[in-house]
């Protein structure tokens, strides 16, 4: 899990154009509206004079007048949009951040900062067994796949169930005994099941946000307090098979290739979903300090 602390651009308008034929008085002679010099005439008080070429005048095609009652408004772009919608979710994600987690942040900090943590070995247990279980829900929802769009996310590298299961041996190995999931886990998992039957879009949230936070500010933090309880022994829950960098942008690839087929309410409706699961996750990281 991550350090999950507890996501308009005006529209220009044409103006329609107001056009009035000219008053024709009795002291002119009579003129044709069909005729080229009225039409010379016409054009150029609006603003549309057509060239000359060759002291030939040549009228505009009909084709490049377009009128505005007709042009279409201009699309509204959200920050990110234009690198895909995997950068629209991490745009959110940051702001819900603090300053000194990142540089787009604007959460007020919350506690001590990681680096001033007085972990202990039984909030450290409770917080991976709570982990395992929402890893263990995640991965078996994609596995069922309730919406066909789930299974684009099977094994994808960044599994972390068994990876867990080999950590919490090691501590139990070591004398420790395993505590059962407790209320942020089990919590977090029903709400996960019951999110996935119903509504993709923000499913595809939550997932977003737990795996690439654990790949970032999770291992920030597994770092820090392997150095403070366990002797800077590295868990496999910090460990991936392959290249994480590239585990992370095929999973990427697959998030955007999902998302071109929603529409921009499904789009926002995930990212809505954002601060939700920071406030889970958040809740499972604080038992670190239990």
């Known amino acids: 899990m991550a350090s999950l602390t507890p996501v308009s651009q005006s529209q220009s308008v044409l103006d329609k154009p107001q ?11 009579p003129v044709s509206l069909r005729s080229p010099s009225f039409r010379f005439r016409a054009l150029r008080r609006h603003g549309s004079v057509p060239a000359r070429r060759g002291g030939v005048l040549e009228m505009a095609p009909k084709s490049l007048v377009v009128s505005a009652t007709t042009a279409e408004k201009p699309k509204k772009r959200y920050p990110g949009e234009a690198k895909g919608f995997v950068e629209e ?21 919350q506690g001590q900062p990681v680096a001033k943590w007085e972990p202990s070995i039984d909030g450290y ?21 309730a919406f066909d769009s789930y299974s684009e996310f099977r094994n994808t590298g960044l599994e972390r169930s068994e990876k867990l299961a080999k950590d919490l041996e ?16 089990v919590t977090y998992a029903l709400y996960l099941e019951e999110l996935s039957e119903k509504d993709p879009q923000a ?20 770092k ?32 955007n290739k999902v998302a071109e087929g929603w529409t921009r309410e499904e789009k926002n409706r995930c990212l809505e979903e954002t601060e939700k699961s920071f406030k889970y996750s958040g809740d499972i990281l604080r038992l670190i300090l239990s």
């Not at 409770?126 to 929802?141: A, N």
């Open 89 to 109: 979710m991490r745009f959110v994600a940051m702001k819900l951040h603090t300053r000194d987690q990142a540089k787009e942040g604007e959460k007020e900090p």
């Open 224 to 255: 820090k307090v392997a150095e403070k309880i366990i002797d800077n022994k590295e868990l496999e829950f910090y460990k991936w098979d392959g290249e994480l960098s590239q585990l992370l942008q095929n999973v990427r690839e697959k998030l």
């Open 203 to 222: 499913f595809i949230c939550h997932f977003y946000n737990i795996y690439f936070a654990h790949s970032a500010g999770g291992r920030m933090i597994g």
């Open 125 to 145: 247990l409770r917080f991976l067994v709570d982990s395992k279980l929402v890893y263990d829900t995640l991965e078996g929802i994609v596995q069922k796949a």
């Open 19 to 29: 056009f009035k034929s000219p008053a024709l008085h009795a002291s002119f002679p």
């Open 170 to 185: 090691w501590f139990k190995e070591q004398g420790h005994t395993i505590p059962e999931p407790s209320s942020p886990g």
